[in-house]
């Protein structure tokens, strides 16, 4: 099993910066990749960016370039995502997950990931 623990999340006014982390635990050698999802009230979870673990090949909602960015720290066993020129549309509940690799589903599909964590919110208001 891998356990995984997301921080960093809070309160932020338009146009700022946050910097969301989560820390991976337990069989962590087993991980494919990891993911950054966010769930808005009354919609579907949404991908947000992956990275794979070994060469740190990184993945982008296309609507979330230049904005968004992801990566990871494989001495620590944590993954990033720096999100920066924040909008009130950015305001969700962010989720980390990972991978094993094992299901041929494409790396923005939630079916895809064999853990999650508890979830992250934030919140762009003025």
């Known amino acids: 099993q891998v356990q995984l623990v997301e921080s960093g999340g809070g309160l932020v006014q338009p146009g700022g910066s946050l910097r969301l982390s989560c820390a991976a635990s337990?069989?962590?050698?087993?991980?494919?990749?990891m993911a950054w999802f966010r769930q808005s009230p009354g919609k579907e979870r949404e991908f947000v960016a992956a990275?794979?673990?070994?060469?740190?090949?990184?993945y982008y909602a296309d609507s979330l370039k230049g904005r968004f960015a992801i990566s990871r720290d494989n001495a620590r066993n944590t993954m990033y995502l720096q999100m920066n020129s924040l909008k009130s549309e950015d305001t969700a509940v962010y989720y980390c997950?990972?991978?094993?690799?094992?299901?041929?589903?494409?790396?923005?599909?939630?079916?895809?990931?064999?853990?999650w964590g508890q979830g992250t919110q934030v919140t762009v208001s003025s």
């Open positions: 997950a990972a991978d094993r690799g094992v299901r041929a589903l494409a790396r923005s599909s939630t079916g895809r990931y064999d853990y």
């Open positions: 990275i794979t673990w070994i060469g740190s090949v990184t």
């Open positions: 337990g069989r962590t050698f087993n991980i494919y990749q």
